[in-house]
């Protein structure tokens, strides 16, 4: 059975930093991507970062570039995603995902992800 686990949310001030970790199972981790996504009430989720298997290419939503880091540890089936410097802006739902994992009716797999609030 496919899972995923996020943890390391919570909350910060504006200029902090958090590392989200996020733990796959069911899957053979390291043959796919891998991808940070987040949502906030009223909008849809929106994809923050990406990985490929092999952890060579990263690609980064423009709002977050030169702030977040993603990366991953095959031999742990888990993808990290580094946040420094956070903005209010940042606050959502963190979820992580691979996008080509998917169930018999096409229908992607995605975690209960992990709250991310940014506030003074």
């Known amino acids: 059975q496919v899972q995923f686990v996020e943890s390391g949310g919570g909350l910060v001030q504006p200029g902090g930093s958090l590392r989200l970790s996020c733990a796959a199972s069911g899957f053979t981790f390291s043959s796919y991507s891998m991808s940070w996504y987040r949502q906030t009430p009223g909008k849809e989720r929106e994809l923050v970062a990406r990985?490929?298997?092999?952890?060579?290419?990263?690609n980064y939503a423009d709002s977050v570039k030169g702030r977040f880091t993603i990366s991953r540890a095959n031999a742990k089936n888990t993808v990290y995603l580094q946040m420094n410097s956070l903005k209010p802006d940042d606050t959502a739902v963190y979820y992580c995902t691979s996008p080509s994992v998917v169930d018999g009716r096409g229908n992607g797999y995605w975690g209960q992800g992990t709250q991310v609030t940014v506030s003074s």
């Open positions: 990985i490929l298997p092999s952890g060579r290419t990263e």
